[in-house]
């Protein structure tokens, strides 16, 4: 503890341990780790004759960095680059951010599934990391298709929910009920996070007959139904999201192209909800 810690308020020690336990993970060899890194980085910035940045500068703008790249649902170019151009303490230019993005991207993304389940596995319940996986598979619909708003989010969540509870059950049967209940708990909690002011009874209500609506598309979708397309599911996810009653889309190019990434998510919340 630090000489002054005792007049930090009980929020800010919160954010502190929050902030030690990110690192620990980030960087679980500690200080060695993080100067063989900072090294790496200073190689790839610091070309030829001219040395553009101190280690100080590159330190500061890495660890925040690779923090960034660590807790974003977005792990694209555009957004990593531009959180570390805004970073208060970043001294780079975009295409020094772009070759540190790179890095990271490397560096974290050798196994992009196989890093997940690991960021996610130390002290944390199935529940969270099951969760984790399921939220995880926004980013992959986003790669695959494109973005979409907080409560198309929700959606895609609860879609995903279904997917990675119904994998883990097969697989733990005997501690399916508390993982559930771990697992209801986050999502219930990222309810709040993406703006759907739901009373708990009517969340309730509402993930249950979603759930019923989802396991009818996803039979649609496992079983080969002649002339199935997700029509509704695209119009719950990116046009009505949160209607009480799903209805179908007639824009058959964009459900087809919907339909790509649909699956690719599909694929990889299976594959993650299976290593848990």
């Known amino acids: 503890m630090g000489f002054f810690d ?3 308020s009980p929020e800010e020690k919160k954010r502190d341990e929050m902030m030690r336990k990110m690192q620990a993970q980030i960087f679980p060899n500690g ?17 030829g004759l001219i040395k553009k940045y101190s280690e100080d500068d590159i330190m500061s703008t890495y660890v925040h ?67 984790m996986v399921a939220k995880g598979g926004i980013v992959e619909l986003k790669k695959a298709y494109k973005d979409i708003t907080d409560l198309g989010k929700f959606e895609v969540v609860v879609f995903n929910s ?29 309810a709040k996070t993406y703006q759907v002011n739901y009373e708990p009874d009517r969340l ?19 079983s080969n139904r ?17 209607i009480n009653v799903p209805e179908s889309n ?3 190019f964009e459900i087809m192209e919907f339909y790509g990434g649909l699956m690719a998510m599909i694929k990889w919340v299976s594959d993650g909800s299976k290593k848990i």
């Open 6 to 8: 005792f007049l930090k």
């Open 31 to 47: 200080s060695a780790q993080i100067k063989n890194e900072v090294a790496d980085i200073s190689k790839l910035l610091n070309q």
């Open 65 to 131: 960095a690779a923090a960034i790249y660590f807790i974003s649902d977005d792990k694209s170019p555009e957004s990593i680059t531009t959180s570390i151009l805004h970073n208060k303490s970043s001294v780079v230019t975009k295409e020094d951010a772009l070759k540190i993005f790179y890095y990271l991207q490397k560096r974290f993304n050798t196994n992009p599934l196989q890093t997940l389940v690991n960021n996610i596995s130390r002290g944390i319940s199935d529940g969270d990391k099951l969760f």
């Open 162 to 190: 279904l997917i990675a509870l119904r994998a883990y059950r097969i697989n733990h049967p005997d501690i399916y009920e508390k993982t559930e209940e771990d697992f209801f708990k986050a999502l219930f909690n990222q």
């Open 204 to 222: 309730v209500d509402f993930i249950e007959s979603r759930f019923e609506f989802y396991s009818e598309e996803l039979e649609g979708i496992f």
């Open 226 to 242: 002649e002339g199935y397309l997700p029509s509704k599911l695209f119009s719950t996810f990116y046009i009505t999201p949160l």
């Open 250 to 252: 007639s824009d058959l």
